[in-house]
């Protein structure tokens, strides 16, 4: 049903994915290596939720008779200028993953594979939250980095988030 091409670009998504996951996993060691635990767990469970939309990309391409392969995962950097660095890099990698997404939803609304642009419309709301999230809390850090009182309870809030999994079965 899928064709070959929309199958290999939903592969290199599930690629792109599993390196963001990777990538939010590299920033939450550094955290935790500062002690500052609650941002930590903000990146860890980015992360989780990386590993799940590859699953969901996953199990889609499965459902619609493309041949999965599984890429290769570059290695992501761990060595980060600072906090401010960090919260940067998310937003300008989320902001990659969006204009990935789009070029797949591109490539099948020419195709006119409405299955797989109705499957990305998830993706798309989700970026729009992903990118306002990343970029509330690039503002955030900003505000906070140089004031150990305010990084604390900053800390303190991102320590609150909690990874819920995908419905979906
Ligand atoms: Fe899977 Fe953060 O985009």
């Not at 509330?136 to 988030?161: G, W």
Request: negative net charge.
């Amino acid at each position: 049903m899928v064709s070959e091409k929309i199958a290999q670009l939903i592969n290199e998504q599930i690629a792109h994915e599993q390196y963001a996951a990777q990538y939010y996993l590299s920033m939450s060691a550094w955290f935790f290596a500062k002690d500052l635990d609650g941002i930590a767990n903000y990146f860890r469970v980015q992360s989780k939720e990386e590993l799940m939309h590859a699953d969901k990309m996953f199990d889609y391409l499965n459902d619609v008779g493309g041949q999965i392969i599984i890429g290769e995962i570059a290695k992501p950097p761990h060595d980060f200028e600072n906090a401010v660095d960090i919260f940067e890099k998310a937003l300008e990698h989320e902001k990659k993953v969006t204009r990935s997404i789009f070029n797949i939803v591109k490539n099948a609304n020419d195709e006119g594979d409405f299955a797989t642009t109705s499957f990305l419309q998830w993706f798309i709301n989700e970026q729009v939250e992903e990118e306002a999230s990343a970029s509330q809390y690039v503002t955030k850090i900003k505000m906070v980095c140089d004031n150990p009182s305010a990084l604390y309870l900053f800390d303190q809030e991102l320590s609150q988030r909690v990874f819920v999994p995908d419905t979906k079965a």
